[in-house]
């Protein structure tokens, strides 16, 4: 196992190497305010015997959760809150608001029960920000890396025993000869068990994400709502691209649940599409059914990439593309309402680098398998737009949630005992008519051809 430790601060307040008390199993300083990134990479062999049975059936197995928590990570990169399998054939999304569970389960049945420090290395997830997991069967590597968010943090890491573990305490620089395309960042670094001192270093690397200075978005549902809502994203920023020197266009990639679906042939009209600010619909996952009530679906949900239009020339900073989704029946409820959540999307700039472009595998931070990459070229630059609260949000001082919430009427399950009763009543009413019927028509006309055969005689 390596175990991979980063410390990012701000550059105006650096770390003075002289405050360190390095040993070979610890690291030691003082408080800083920054990001927290925890990295561990496993050999398959290391990994207990249940787990390492359950990823023999995978090539490739990616799961990604973030709180709900707007944040920063080193890639540059916000997303939104979801626990996910993203691979190349299949996708799944749950929401999940915290990891509690996953730490319950992982101290008790993946820490060895002679590890001590395992226990602790864990307890800690249930503060992260974000955690992403992943398996390559051609590589034979497990990776589980965990993000703390921008707070004042406890300068303190503890080397697992027997095993490689780096620990870097890094800023925002500008190396020299730095290209446009890349980011720099200096600081000092350290190998437990191998290093007495921190070692200078300064390096710069291309970043698959960016981030668009001066530039957020936020997300509602217009109202009235109904059962075909509108969702509106309100983009605040420059109408241009990021960079001039690239072909880019703006998207917003969305993961619906299965409460809330969107209709690919009314996304296919260019007319309608314009009126929205809309270009075109790049992407949706499959099937979707139209007609299906929410307990009726099987499948988690589904995707979508949305190709935006923003206005040209426009010299506001603030622009709505508007998105039409329709909603299920949902099951019946006390009371009468449900609610549902619609996470909110990845809106970003897509800008096609060169056929040379830039080599993202030099970079000790990229971050992939988010859903939408594999949508585009692999050397596709994302330049990200930052969710933002939405002002009910921030009023009541409850930070971001960034989610957009829509109420749904139901079936009030308190109210439906006189529909059980009253459909109990039709049903008994129409059988009670028909046997009726069905006594006249004997009483009339007996029973069988026979005796109207007879009567018939008689007539004779």
């Known amino acids: 196992m390596r175990q991979r430790v980063t410390f990012f601060q701000n550059p105006g307040s650096p770390v003075d190497p002289a405050s360190l008390s390095i040993t070979k199993q610890t690291l030691n300083g003082p408080e800083i305010h920054g990001i927290r990134e925890d990295r561990a990479t496993f ?27 707007n944040h920063e990570s080193l890639s540059s990169t916000a997303l939104p809150a979801s626990l996910g399998s993203h691979a190349s054939s299949f996708q799944f999304y749950q929401p999940l608001s915290n990891l509690s569970h996953f730490v319950d389960y992982a101290k008790s049945e993946l820490c060895a029960k002679a590890d001590s420090l395992c226990p602790s290395l864990v307890e800690n997830l249930d503060q992260a920000s974000s955690l992403d997991i992943s398996f390559d069967a051609a590589q034979h590597v497990f990776r589980a890396t965990a993000t703390w968010a921008r707070k004042t943090l406890p300068l303190s890491v503890t080397a697992v025993p027997g095993h490689r573990t780096e620990v870097g305490i890094l800023a925002a620089d500008s190396p020299p000869n730095m290209d446009p395309s890349e980011l720099g960042i200096a600081g000092h670094l350290t190998v437990l068990g191998q290093d007495s001192k921190p070692s200078a270093t300064i390096f710069a690397f291309p970043s698959r994400h960016r981030h668009v200075e001066g530039a957020s978005f936020s997300s509602r549902f217009t109202k009235p709502t109904g059962l075909h809502p509108t969702l509106q994203l309100r983009i605040d920023g420059p109408t241009q691209p990021p960079v001039s020197d690239a072909d880019c266009s703006m998207h917003a990639y969305f993961t619906l649940p299965r409460a809330i679906f969107a209709d690919r042939y009314q996304l296919s009209d260019p007319l309608f599409m314009a009126s929205k600010n809309l270009t075109s619909l790049q992407y949706m996952s499959e099937p979707v059914d139209l007609e299906a009530p929410e307990y009726a679906v099987k499948l988690w949900g589904s995707a979508m990439l949305l190709e935006l239009a923003p206005p040209v020339g426009k010299t506001a900073k603030s622009w709505t593309a508007e998105i039409p989704l329709h909603l299920r029946y949902l099951s019946p409820a006390q009371g009468g309402y449900a609610d549902a959540e619609l996470p909110y999307p990845a809106v970003f700039w897509a800008c096609a680098a060169a056929p040379e472009g830039p080599d993202f595998a030099n970079n000790p ?65 129409g059988f009670g008519w028909i046997l009726w019927r069905l006594i006249a028509v004997y009483l009339r006309a007996g029973y069988g051809t026979a005796r109207g055969a007879d009567k018939a005689k008689k007539l004779q």
């Open 365 to 429: 931070f990229d971050r992939t398998h988010l859903g939408y990459d594999a949508l585009f070229d692999a050397r596709t630059v994302f330049w990200h737009v930052d969710p933002e609260p939405t002002a009910a949000s921030a009023a009541s001082g409850t930070g971001h949630d960034p989610v957009s919430k829509i109420r749904v009427p139901v079936l009030d399950t308190d109210k439906a005992g006189w529909v059980n009763t009253g459909t109990a009543a039709v049903i008994a009413l």
């Open 43 to 69: 050999a398959l062999d290391e990994l207990p015997g249940e787990l390492r049975a359950l990823l023999e059936r995978y090539e490739t197995l990616q799961i990604r959760w973030a709180s709900k928590e």
